[in-house]
């Protein structure tokens, strides 16, 4: 994606990304993980602020004014996780209902240049299904598209 977005620090496995999100709140450091599931080869996505003891504050709200450059950031690391692991899938929920919400939004919003490089699925009820905009999910799961 060819959007604006923050300065990435990323571990050398890439499952660990630091950046600082800028706005009118100040400095806010932020902290994305890829950490295993119970599923072979499903990667849960968790993204938050990072507290005092360097972990992922999931419920904190920043409202820093820049929400479209922490997503193009957060999609950044979904880009860099697959091209190492491009068998994986991600898997991805808000904290909240009004966050998975904003997730949707999100994908949908950017659903032309995403679906050129990953299958894309939301999950109603028990049934995963190929992603649709304007349509309510519980969760989301991605994979890099196999060339």
């Given amino acids: 994606m060819h959007l604006p977005r923050y300065t990435l620090k990323g571990d050398k496995s890439l499952m660990v990304f630091q950046?600082?999100?800028?706005?009118?709140?100040?400095?806010?450091?932020?902290?994305?993980?890829?950490?295993?599931?119970?599923?072979?080869?499903?990667?849960?996505?968790?993204?938050?602020?990072?507290?005092?003891?360097?972990?992922?504050?999931?419920?904190?709200?920043?409202?820093?004014?820049?929400?479209?450059?922490?997503?193009?950031?957060?999609?950044?690391?979904?880009?860099?996780?697959?091209?190492?692991?491009?068998d994986y899938w991600i898997y991805a929920t808000g904290s909240t209902k009004s966050r998975t919400r904003l997730y949707r939004i999100g994908i949908s919003k950017y659903m032309d240049e995403i679906s050129m490089d990953f299958d894309i699925y939301g999950l109603r009820g028990d049934n995963w299904e190929p992603f649709k905009k304007n349509i309510d999910y519980e969760a989301f799961l991605v994979q890099r598209k196999k060339l």
């Fill in 19 to 86: 950046f600082v999100s800028e706005g009118p709140k100040g400095k806010i450091p932020k902290l994305i993980k890829y950490s295993e599931t119970n599923f072979k080869d499903m990667y849960n996505l968790g993204f938050g602020d990072m507290d005092a003891i360097g972990e992922i504050d999931d419920m904190a709200i920043s409202d820093n004014g820049d929400s479209d450059m922490v997503l193009a950031t957060v999609i950044s690391t979904v880009y860099a996780f697959s091209d190492r692991y491009p």
